[in-house]
């Protein structure tokens, strides 16, 4: 079992940046396919930002040119740096990593509160 712990989250002004950090406890990140999600109250949990095994990464529509997926495999840390944040933004975020196919997996993070003040 792998542990994931997302932090980073708080409240900030509209306009304003947040870098939001998913730690691993075991080395799973270089093989793994990583994703940063977020659901807002009363709203299905979306795919914000994922980055591929081989560092490929794909955004969502709403966040693109905002918004930045990385990962540091020396640390098993994967990052979501939010500039320009709207209001829109505000979520509970969770990292998840999965793998599929042999030894798959599918594992969450219980989530960090982002919230965008106007």
């Known amino acids: 079992q792998v542990q994931l712990v997302e932090s980073g989250g708080g409240l900030v002004q509209a306009g304003g940046s947040l870098r939001l950090s998913c730690v691993a406890s075991?080395?799973?990140?270089?093989?793994?396919?990583v994703g940063w999600y977020r659901q807002a109250p009363g709203k299905q949990r979306d795919l914000v930002a994922r980055i591929l095994a081989g560092g490929s990464t794909i955004y969502a529509d709403s966040v693109k040119g905002r918004f930045t997926i990385s990962r540091d495999t020396a640390k098993n840390t994967v990052y979501l740096q939010m500039n320009s944040l709207k209001p829109e933004d505000t979520a509970v975020y969770y990292c998840?990593?999965?793998?599929?196919?042999?030894?798959?997996?599918?594992?969450w993070g219980q989530g960090t509160q982002v919230t965008v003040s106007s």
């Open positions: 998840n990593a999965q793998r599929i196919g042999s030894s798959s997996y599918d594992y």
């Open positions: 075991r080395t799973i990140f270089s093989i793994s396919t």
